[in-house]
């Protein structure tokens, strides 16, 4: 399978906890975007790479939340001091270059839950 | 800023007729215009795009896409739908060149047999 595939894909931890979220895009791809989607709505914007570079972060992205893409190739989402309300499908998609004109490819997601 | 707008949250549709899912846009500049389609358990799936060129776009499955500049829409159609259409569908715009998309509520597509 050359899709997108996202580890774990759930996810129950305390409040409190860290836990951490990996991606790994289609490879040819260079563009690498992490999205959070609640029940009800639509995903939102929380961060892009290309390749290794973290080029733009949302304002959803608190200073609790941390993402790499080392070498341009996987990424990692990681959420340090879980609250309940980070509870959410984190989606990781790929795209080609330029973003904005290639659709992007959505992995099945990690589902969080904080309890 | 870029936004859109998916007015309905549920359409109901008996298998064989045509569907619409109705999305309107706001951007400055040209619209980047995408639909998806997710599956309970599952993850976005592409559906199609318009980027520029003919307003009539086809996609997977047997959906087309009508963009009409005057009217900021993005209608998602399909001419006879099929029960295993029944998914929510999302419409997007990207959000400028760095490539994000921005999505709309979602409009739930119930297929009835």
């Known amino acids: 399978d050359t899709g997108v595939s996202q580890d774990p894909r759930h996810k129950i931890t305390k409040r409190g906890q860290n836990v951490t979220f990996r991606c790994d895009p289609i490879s040819e791809h260079n563009r690498l975007y992490w999205y959070r989607q609640t029940l009800g709505q639509g995903p939102e914007f929380l961060t892009y790479f290309q390749n290794e570079a973290q080029l733009e972060k949302s304002r959803l992205l608190s200073d609790r939340f941390s993402a790499e893409r080392p070498k341009g190739s996987f990424s990692t989402l990681e959420i340090q001091r879980t609250e309940q309300g980070d509870s959410a499908m984190y989606l990781c998609?790929?795209?080609?270059?330029?973003?904005?004109?290639?659709?992007?490819?959505f992995g099945p997601g990690t589902r969080l839950t904080v309890t | 800023a870029q936004s859109v707008a998916q007015p309905e949250d549920q359409v109901n549709v008996a298998e064989g007729n045509p569907l619409t899912v109705k999305c309107t846009y706001s951007?400055?500049?040209?619209?980047?215009l995408f639909w998806y389609v997710q599956y309970p358990n599952r993850g976005l799936q592409f559906l199609l795009k318009y980027i520029t060129g003919d307003n009539l776009v086809k996609g997977s499955y047997g959906f087309e896409a009508e963009f009409n500049k005057s009217q900021t829409s993005f209608h998602l159609k399909k001419p006879s739908a099929l029960v295993s259409d029944s998914a929510l569908y999302f419409c997007a715009v990207s959000g400028g060149s760095q490539g994000n998309l921005i999505f709309g509520k979602g409009t739930k597509l119930s297929v009835k047999p």
């Open positions: 998609a790929s795209s080609l270059d330029p973003g904005h004109y290639y659709e992007q490819y």
């Open positions: 951007v400055s500049g040209n619209p980047y």
